[in-house]
């Protein structure tokens, strides 16, 4: 087994988060909590992310970690952990799961520190897209487009979505995080399937096992993103 303190990385920090800043896009907490960020994955994938944690792909290649991929082409030209904002990226999930019958997923929340602990890249709607794509990296890393994820998109309107404070205004917008993120970073595994939720719980694992269907369903504001 890789030891976990292998991909625990000391690079310097580009983007500039806060924690304020990011309190400033939950709900009127005291706490991050409810900024967390969601990655989706197979099943499979699970033992190997809870002994390394989620893994950038080039970190994935160099060190020989095996993983199922959900997408092999990388049209967002990075090689970052893809990860939303308070909820899955349903757009995305949705297909993947129809495509793939009889394969279990999980959702993974990642604490809200990661924002301003590791490097990220901040995309208003899906990174694979040519309007987020063509942008160069380090315009992606400011505290300017973390919050343009939360503005008006164009021809939608955020005040028409009723969606939660907490949620990016297009479903699809993403957080690229362009560094390991380590075991101890992921607060919850979430399951839609009861019985694996009780098989994993009774593991004691560090993270909290939760089912919830809410998950893997669509945002309420669906209908405006057809």
Known sequence: MVAIDRFRTTTPHLTIITSELVHDYSTNSSSTKHSLLCHFTRLENLESILNYGLLPTDWLNRNRIVSIRNDQARFDRTTGICATVSFPNYKLFWPFRSDNPGTEWV????????????????????????????????????????????????????????????????????????????????????FDDAALRRKYAAMNLQQQVLHNHAYFSARKDFDKWK
């Open 107 to 190: 959702v993974l929340r990642i604490k809200a520190e990661v924002l301003w602990q590791k490097n990220c890249a901040f995309c208003v709607r899906n990174a694979a897209h040519n309007d987020v794509s063509g942008v160069p990296l380090p315009l992606r890393q400011t505290t300017e487009a973390f919050q343009a994820m939360f503005n008006d998109f164009p021809g939608v309107p955020r005040a028409g979505l009723n969606i939660p404070d907490r949620y990016t205004t297009n479903p699809q917008a993403e957080v690229l995080i362009l560094e390991p993120v380590e075991p101890d970073d992921i607060d919850a595994i979430i």
